[in-house]
């Protein structure tokens, strides 16, 4: 089952469950999904690996939201926002720790044969990809810079 369909079988099912917060979450959720399916060249199909960007992207935007509203002193639209956020990081695989993703880069660095800062970008290109979903780029990136010099 693609995530697409996943999401749109628990709609249903929190629609029953009268989960209102679990429901506007997935119904978002679904918006981008069918927002990138019918964009220009998607040919009406959305990939899993698509669809967990997507996700990354909204889970990272609903927490950033909840600080914003947390640092202007507004508790109550910060509490909705992250608990949006947590529907949304249900469907994200199980991110690395600090030592994973430090095992992870160090195998695509020797993967990619790279020496210095100016592989960077090589080793970013594959790293990105690898680890969509499970790392935040800053981090890959930070790690990586730190690796290669």
């Not at 089952?1 to 979450?25: G, W, Y």
């Not at 698509?50 to 889970?59: P, S, V, W």
């Not at 935040?136 to 730190?146: E, M, W």
Request: without cysteine; charged residues 30%; proline residues 3%.
């Amino acid at each position: 089952m693609t995530l697409f369909e996943q999401v749109s079988k628990d709609i249903v099912a929190a629609m029953k469950a009268k989960d209102k917060v679990r429901l506007q979450a997935l119904r978002n959720i679904k918006k981008y999904f069918i927002e990138a399916k019918t964009a220009p060249g998607a040919n009406d199909t959305l990939e899993d690996a698509a669809a967990l960007k997507i996700l990354a992207k909204l889970a990272k935007q609903g927490r950033d939201t909840a600080a914003l509203y947390t640092e202007q002193g507004r508790p109550d639209l910060a509490e909705e926002e992250a608990a949006q956020a947590q529907v949304v990081e249900e469907y994200l695989p199980k991110a690395l720790s600090p030592e994973e993703l430090e095992a992870e880069v160090k195998a695509i660095i020797a993967e990619t044969g790279a020496a210095s800062p100016k592989d960077m970008g090589r080793v970013m290109g594959v790293a990105t990809k690898k680890l969509a979903g499970r790392a935040d780029g800053k981090a890959i990136s930070a790690l990586v810079k730190q690796l290669l010099a």
